[in-house]
């Protein structure tokens, strides 16, 4: 079982940078590939990025490619997503995810566990 919680969201100035964090509990989260998404009002969650275990292969929804980064330290049990250039657009409630299979799949249902979701705002 693995229990997320992300932090570092809030108020930001388009073009600004804003870094989340995922705190993760469970002993198995280094094995686990991770995402982020995000959900604006009125819309449907969406993809943004996914992180395998190790770290090294990751993917972006085109939307953020080049300007948001996810990492990850699993010595720290730690997810990030580090947010630059931010657009008004990115105003959403973003939320941390893992899954149990390997793969970095894009939809919502491929991921077996959810933060409780942090405000993003984006002030053009």
């Known amino acids: 079982q693995v229990q997320l919680e992300e932090s570092g969201g809030g108020l930001v100035q388009a073009g600004g940078s804003l870094r989340l964090s995922c705190a993760a509990s469970g002993r198995a989260f280094s094995y686990y590939p991770m995402g982020w998404f995000r959900q604006a009002p009125g819309k449907e969650r969406e993809f943004v990025a996914a992180?395998?275990?190790?770290?090294?292969?990751?993917l972006y929804a085109e939307s953020v490619k080049g300007r948001f980064i996810i990492s990850r330290d699993n010595a720290r049990n730690m997810e990030f997503l580090q947010m630059n250039s931010l657009k008004g657009e990115d105003t959403a409630v973003y939320y941390c995810a893992a899954r149990r299979a390997i793969g970095l799949p894009i939809v919502v249902e491929e991921y077996d566990y959810w933060g409780q979701g942090i405000q993003v705002t984006v002030s053009s």
């Open positions: 992180i395998d275990w190790s770290g090294l292969s990751t």
